[in-house]
């Protein structure tokens, strides 16, 4: 049976047990940072038979490991990022993932659509994602929260432009 385990370095280790006379005893097949599918074959390698990558991927959840998410996976965000940024694949590309898909993107809508809005973050990294959070906590800061002597701030009123 494998399981994952996190070490005292902050890395994680893909462990197997067997049963010896001297009681249960485990041996490391893989230490990582990420578990993506070159560790799971590694793994696997050293273990002399196929692990199942979905058991391992959910031990490592429990674990607090860092999951890599599978290529396709991956490449489905960053086209989504891509196309939610306004870029088309060419015309004969479209239309095999089109069909491959079954629909295709209809592009941006009138309506927004949150979906299609965070479309462009699916691929962002966790740094990016970060930053912007920074950014926009930032920007709440530097916004006025309130009139003086605690009155609560009023929007202008609006009239004729004087000339």
């Given at each position: 049976m494998a399981f994952v385990v996190a070490t005292k370095r902050g890395a994680f280790e893909i462990r197997q047990s067997h049963n010896t006379p001297e009681g249960p005893r485990s041996r490391t097949l893989a230490t990582f940072k990420e578990l993506d599918d070159e560790v799971?074959?590694?793994?696997?390698?050293?273990?002399?038979?196929?692990?199942?990558p979905e058991l391992l991927r959910d031990s490592a959840r429990r674990a607090g490991a860092p999951v890599a998410a599978p290529p396709v996976d991956r490449a489905?965000?960053?086209?989504?990022?891509?196309?939610?940024?306004?870029?088309?694949?060419?015309p004969k590309l479209h239309r095999l993932l089109?069909?491959?898909?079954?629909?295709?993107?209809?592009?941006?809508?009138?309506?927004?659509?949150?979906?299609?809005s965070a479309a462009e973050w699916i691929?962002?990294?966790?740094?990016?994602?970060?930053?912007?959070?920074?950014?926009?906590?930032?920007?709440?800061d530097a916004l006025p929260s309130g009139g003086r002597k605690g009155k609560a701030l009023r929007?202008?009123?609006?009239g004729p432009a004087q000339a």
């Open positions: 799971i074959a590694e793994a696997s390698e050293r273990a002399g038979k196929a692990l199942n489905a965000r960053e086209l989504l990022a891509q196309l939610a940024k306004g870029r088309e694949p060419e089109a069909s491959a898909l079954g629909d295709a993107w209809k592009g941006p809508t009138t309506s927004p659509d949150s979906a299609r691929a962002a990294s966790p740094q990016e994602r970060g930053k912007t959070l920074e950014d926009l906590l930032l920007l709440a929007f202008p009123k609006l």
